[in-house]
């Protein structure tokens, strides 16, 4: 087994050290690092700081040098948001440090992208993510995008106050498994429950998993809406992603 | 008796029912009082946010999105806090967008069920030399809106209940004006730009503020929503605290500064400025809230909206009214704008507690 002494990067073993606190992932990210090359390092902890400019730097270099794009999004670019999205879910960064390194990890995806297109890699899957009808606003959706970009999934923003129609659109056009539904407002939350009630009349409902969050939205309300999951923050969002694309495939 | 009755009956014979050494003052006096953390004859009940439900609007025959843009509409749903709910002070200003409607952001003002917004997504600021100040900005319809529904409830309810205005802070305008994101990441990459934007657009909050003030509002609530949801106590430390030292020192009124979300690490700041009294949400408990300002602000909260005014009954709105007195804090309220699905009997059943908490504190106080 790994210990933290067997990674190379220095500022990275003290991001676990200081930051992380939960046993299982302090012990997934010393695997995933120890055996990341150095490079990857590197690149994990440009997207820790959000310097864009040196994920881009390095993101590039690691291509050129013929290192797999896979392997730069996993083991660099989707490595290093795993730390971000730690950190954020126990207030150590807060949303103007999440957002500049979703920035940065986007400088990275800018050269991935076009070649993981290229060679027909599948994502993990992807989701479509709006907030309701009657409800501007955006931030909470947004953080989870970040989050779900990070890891690894592909998203379309279908952006704010979406009718229950564009939100069917979107499923169908994109041939989604997954949706995310957002809202901000006590007074927009039951638009959740209408559209989930407008996936039933057109029939799709068992074609798609709904997974619903946003300030005022608790499980109970999710569970009375007939949601398939509930997520109380970005993180929790990658996790019930992860979680209802598994018992999709069961 | 009708409900308006009912509730000035109950204020009226509260007084005589619950002596203590305070002699009996009107809500105004009342609200007042708590802000400059006087004693009291009760703990007053307030929302400086916003009371308005769909009910109230069928109520009071005055709806949204109307009564966020005509005065009378306004100032005749805004008094139903006093006259239908028996709290202590009225709160017309039922949104935060009628300084960013009148700045130029574009907006989606809704129907009855539901709230104004600013369409942040179409920003109209890129950066701060782009805020301007028009010089007709006090006479725009949704600010003068605003100061008529003031004068309007002064004339009609002045000596009694406490009209409390409420002018945005310069951190919430940048959302509206900026976008939430840019904003946000300005403030990372660009300190001294993000200063000048604060700058420029804390000449907005003084200018509303004070001509709420000469309109006769008696204190003003000043939502600046550095919340924990989105930033550090750090953060609210480095850009905002002398900020609002000196929206204190330019406004002459008690100022409510409100925050939604987790608090707690930026209330010994929020302590330091002055202001006479912090709106708190439930994400923060009484008690953890008390310890933080150490007496240093009065307190306004924090009953939970969505998970117990909105959706659960009286007996779970009491447990939280009691919690909060319990621990002494000073006004007791919503702990933001309430859903506007909110059930009347929820409501009503913060004064109740109120008063019957007190009554039996009275009554054990003559036992001994």
């Known amino acids: 087994m790994a210990t933290i002494s067997d990674i190379h990067n220095a500022t990275l073993r003290d991001e676990i050290e200081e930051f992380l606190e939960r046993p299982e992932e302090i012990e997934r990210n010393i695997e995933l690092f120890s055996r990341a090359r150095l490079l990857m390092q590197d690149i994990a902890v440009a997207v820790i700081e959000g310097d864009d400019g040196q994920v881009d730097r390095l993101t590039r270099g690691a291509l050129d040098q013929g290192i797999e794009a896979l392997e730069v999004m996993d083991d660099g670019l989707i490595a290093g948001m795993g730390i971000v999205g730690i950190k954020f879910r126990e207030n150590f960064l807060f949303v103007p440090e999440v957002l500049a390194c979703a920035r940065a990890m986007k400088a990275g995806m800018a050269h991935i992208e076009p070649i993981l297109m290229e060679s027909g890699v599948k994502p993990i899957g992807t989701v479509i993510m709006g907030t309701v009808k009657g409800d501007l606003h955006d931030i909470g959706k947004n953080l989870c995008i970040m989050m779900l970009r990070g890891a690894g999934f592909v998203v379309v923003d279908i952006g704010v106050d979406r009718s229950p129609d564009e939100f069917i659109d979107a499923v169908e056009e994109q041939g989604a498994r997954l949706l995310g539904m957002s809202a901000l407002l006590t007074t927009t939350m039951p638009n959740m429950g209408t559209t989930i009630e407008a996936f039933i009349d057109a029939g799709l409902r068992d074609d798609v998993q709904i997974m619903v969050g946003g300030a005022p939205v608790t499980q109970e309300f999710a569970d009375d809406m007939g949601a398939d999951g509930y997520g109380k923050d970005a993180l929790d969002c990658v996790a019930l992603a992860k979680q209802l694309l598994t018992d999709d495939r069961v | ?368």
Not at chain 2, 141 to 159: M, P, Y
Not at chain 2, 167 to 182: A, C, D, R, S
């Open chain 2, 1 to 368: 008796m009708c409900r308006a009755e009912s509730a000035r009956w109950e204020v009226s014979t509260i007084s005589k029912e619950f002596p203590s050494s305070v002699p009996p003052m009107t809500s105004r006096e009342r609200v007042l009082a708590a802000l400059a953390r006087q004693p009291v004859d009760r703990t007053p009940v307030a929302n400086p946010t916003s009371l308005a439900t769909v009910e109230l609007m069928d109520l009071a025959d005055a709806f949204f999105p109307d009564a966020n843009r005509e005065p009378e509409l306004m100032a005749r749903l805004a008094a139903t806090s006093y006259t239908e709910l028996g709290f202590d002070s009225i709160m017309p200003v039922f949104s935060i967008v009628q300084e960013s409607s009148a700045l130029g952001c574009k907006m989606q003002w809704e129907q009855k069920d539901n709230w104004p917004t600013v369409r942040m997504d179409e920003p109209i600021w890129e950066e701060p030399e782009n805020i301007v100040i028009p010089d007709d900005f006090l006479d725009h319809r949704d600010i003068t809106c605003v100061l008529e529904a003031i004068q309007l409830l002064k004339r009609q309810f002045g000596d009694d209940v406490a009209i409390i205005g409420k002018t945005m802070g310069p951190w919430t305008l940048g959302y509206h004006g900026f976008g939430v994101e840019p904003f946000l990441l300005m403030s990372l990459d660009d300190p001294a730009k993000t200063r000048d934007a604060l700058d420029r657009m804390k000449e907005i909050s003084v200018a509303f503020g004070v001509a709420q003030i000469e309109a006769g509002a008696d204190a003003l609530t000043f939502p600046d929503h550095a919340t924990g949801d989105l930033v550090s106590g750090d953060y609210y430390d480095r850009y905002l605290k002398d900020l609002h030292i000196e929206m204190v020192e330019r406004i002459p009124a008690p100022l409510i500064l409100h925050i939604c979300g987790r608090t707690v690490d930026r209330m010994g700041f929020i302590a330091e400025t002055g202001m006479a009294a912090f709106h708190y949400d439930s994400k923060n408990s009484p008690e953890e809230s008390m310890e933080a300002v150490n007496g240093e602000i009065a307190l306004v909260g924090n009953i939970n909206n969505p998970e117990t005014l909105f959706s659960k009954g009286p007996a779970e709105v009491r447990e939280e009214v009691l919690r909060n007195l319990e621990v002494g804090v000073q006004l007791i309220g919503p702990e933001c704008a309430i859903p506007l699905q909110t059930p009347i009997e929820n409501l009503l059943e913060i004064p109740k507690t109120v008063r019957t908490w007190h009554a039996e504190r009275a009554v054990s106080r003559t036992r001994h």
